[in-house]
Every structure is written in structure tokens, then in C-alpha cells.
């Protein structure tokens, strides 16, 4: 069956080091992969969207990568502030005709420290 | 622009009851997508709305249903409430397939069931 996994511990950093999160999925041939960013009590907030055909994506201090052959992503952010500390989730679509339709990973919570 | 809201945010019923939810998309988004969260099955999908046709529906029993309304505003339906069916339910709008495929969530209802 289709499958997703993030890290399930929670990743505790110190301010100023650089968090990477881990996405594997299995069973899937996705079109493209989006990271999304969930506090507490509210919804998820869309981050970052990688094409299958790249490699790499970059938005500030965020990037992400997508290795279809490992089936997997790697989400890094750079320079991490406190204010980064929320609950990241990586989200699959089977295709372009289920753009609608995301696959969740159950989230990695990280916490920055001052 | 006004982001996706729902109504409404709290909610509490008793077992057996049926409960209505209402989403707004954002204006100009076409696309409606519903989805359960809850700490043990994390984000899953219900069921996706594009025109007023259900485009996707996920691993759901009948008592769940939706359905969306010519200015693209949607609501979903749980009748018969187990206390299972405690969660945050989401709502998430886009653009409409193939135009776009980030979703934005609204904030949530939170339903209680007792």
C-alpha cells in the first residue's frame, strides 16, 4: 500500500544551526511533492512545491530536495529561529488528475532553541 | 485577499447526531478539498469539490459527504456521529486542477463528539 513516513521523534535544534527533515514514501510514483508548516490550532500552511524532474527548490532560508529514486525528500532550513518551531508535513499527490487529493506524512515536529 | 474560512470553529454533539460543517474558499478558487485530522491518523483526505462535482473521495463510510455550491462555498456532512469522529476537520481551496497545486487551509472545526 501507499505509504508515507516522516520522522516521527521530534527534532530539537539550537537557534542558528540548519534542521533537515526527512520525507519517504513508498508505492508511489508522485508528480510532485509539497512541505507545509502546521501550528498548533490551526491549518497547514503551504512552504515549498518540488517537481518530480527537480532536483532542488529554494525559497529564503528553505530548500528542498526530491530524490525519485530514493523516493525521497529532504526539507532543510537554514539559519533556524525559534520562531521556526512548528510541525512540518510532507504531502504527495499521485498525479496530476488528484491535484485535489494529498497524501499526508504524520508530520515532524521541530523545536528551535534559543 | 480574504483567506479560507470555515464555520464553525467549535463544535460539540453527541453520538448519533449529524453535524453540517461550512467551508468559504478563497475568492476566485474554484477547487474545495475536505480533510480529517486526528493525533493518531494525522491529515487524511475526504474528499476533493471542482464545479460542483465531486472530483476525489477518499477511504471514508457513507456517513461522511460533501457537496459544493455554485459560488464554490462547500459544506460536508456527518451524520449518524460516532465518538471516532472527534477530529479537526480542514478545509483547503486552490485555484481548480491543473492550475495550480498548493492548497490553503482554512483553520479548522474542531467537532467533539460525546
Known amino acids: 500500500s501507499q505509504k508515507i513516513e516522516q520522522n516521527s521523534e521530534a527534532l530539537n535544534i539550537q537557534e542558528g544551526k540548519t534542521a533537515t527533515l526527512t520525507c519517504n514514501y513508498t508505492n508511489y510514483s508522485p508528480a510532485y511533492l509539497q512541505w507545509y508548516r502546521q501550528d498548533p490550532g490551526r491549518g497547514p500552511v503551504f512552504l515549498l512545491l518540488?517537481?518530480?524532474?527537480?532536483k532542488e527548490k529554494r525559497k529564503e532560508r528553505l530548500k528542498v530536495t526530491f530524490d525519485t529514486t530514493l523516493k525521497q525528500s529532504l526539507f532543510h532550513i537554514t539559519a533556524s529561529q525559534p520562531a521556526d518551531s512548528a510541525t512540518y508535513l510532507c504531502a504527495l499527490a499521485a498525479g496530476s488528475s488528484n491535484t485535489g487529493k494529498l497524501i499526508f506524512g504524520q508530520g515532524t515536529t521541530l523545536q528551535v532553541k534559543p | 485577499k480574504a483567506g479560507v474560512t470555515q464555520t464553525p470553529r467549535y463544535l460539540i454533539k453527541t453520538r448519533g447526531q449529524q453535524v453540517t460543517l461550512s467551508c468559504s474558499p478563497i475568492?476566485?478558487?474554484?477547487?474545495v478539498s475536505w480533510y480529517q485530522q486526528t493525533p493518531g491518523q494525522g491529515l487524511q483526505f475526504l474528499f476533493e469539490y471542482f464545479s460542483e462535482t465531486q472530483r476525489n473521495k477518499g477511504n471514508f463510510p457513507g456517513r461522511f459527504s460533501g457537496r459544493q455550491f455554485s459560488n464554490s462555498r462547500s459544506e460536508m456532512n456527518v451524520s449518524t456521529l460516532e465518538l471516532g469522529d472527534s477530529a479537526l476537520y480542514l478545509c483547503?481551496?486552490?485555484?481548480?486542477?491543473?492550475?495550480?497545486?498548493?492548497?490553503?487551509f482554512g483553520p479548522g472545526t474542531r467537532l467533539t463528539v460525546t
Open positions: 518540488i517537481r518530480e524532474n527537480e
Open positions: 475568492s476566485g478558487h474554484r477547487s
Open positions: 483547503a481551496s486552490s485555484p481548480g486542477p491543473e492550475t495550480s497545486y498548493e492548497q490553503y
